[in-house]
C-alpha cells in the first residue's frame, strides 16, 4: 500500500492560533484523537509528531542568515498508508485539531526505491 507524508504547515500570510484551550476542552480533544487513531489504525504508518531542533547540512559553507526554520513552516508530520491520495487526504482531514485556521495540512506521496 503507498505511503504519505502529511506535513502540517503554516499558510502563507496567516496569523498563527494563539488561543489555548481549556482542560476540558483539551480533555475532548484527546478523546476525539484516540477515537480518530483507533478509526485509521490501519493507515497509520508513523504517528510523527512535532519537529525541535535542526540544522542546515550543505556541501558548501552555510550561507550567512537569516534562514527560514522549517519549525516555522512545518508544526509536525505523520506517514499515513492509505490506497491512493484521496483516502490520504480523508485521513488526515479527519484528524482532529490537525486542520486548524492559519495552518494546513500537505499530503505527499512517497515513493519507495525502486
Do not use: H
Not at 485509521?40 to 537569516?66: C, E, H, I, W, Y
Not at 508544526?75 to 491512493?84: H, K, L, P, W
Not at 484521496?86 to 505527499?108: F, H, K, N, T, Y
Request: with cysteine; glycine share 10%; net charge neutral.
Amino acid at each position: 500500500m503507498p505511503k504519505y507524508l502529511c506535513l502540517q504547515r503554516s499558510l502563507p500570510g496567516a496569523a498563527p492560533d494563539s488561543a489555548r484551550p481549556s482542560p476540558a476542552q483539551l480533555q475532548a480533544m484527546y478523546a476525539k484523537f484516540n477515537e480518530w487513531r483507533e478509526q485509521f489504525q490501519k493507515n497509520l504508518t508513523d504517528m510523527g509528531g512535532r519537529l525541535g531542533a535542526g540544522r542546515l547540512v550543505t556541501s558548501s559553507p552555510v550561507p550567512d542568515g537569516p534562514l527560514v526554520d522549517v519549525k516555522e513552516l512545518v508544526g509536525g508530520y505523520m506517514i499515513v498508508s492509505a490506497t491512493d491520495i484521496e483516502e490520504a487526504i480523508r485521513v488526515a482531514q479527519a484528524c482532529p485539531g490537525l486542520v486548524r485556521p492559519g495552518s494546513g495540512v500537505e499530503v505527499i506521496e512517497i515513493f519507495a526505491p525502486a
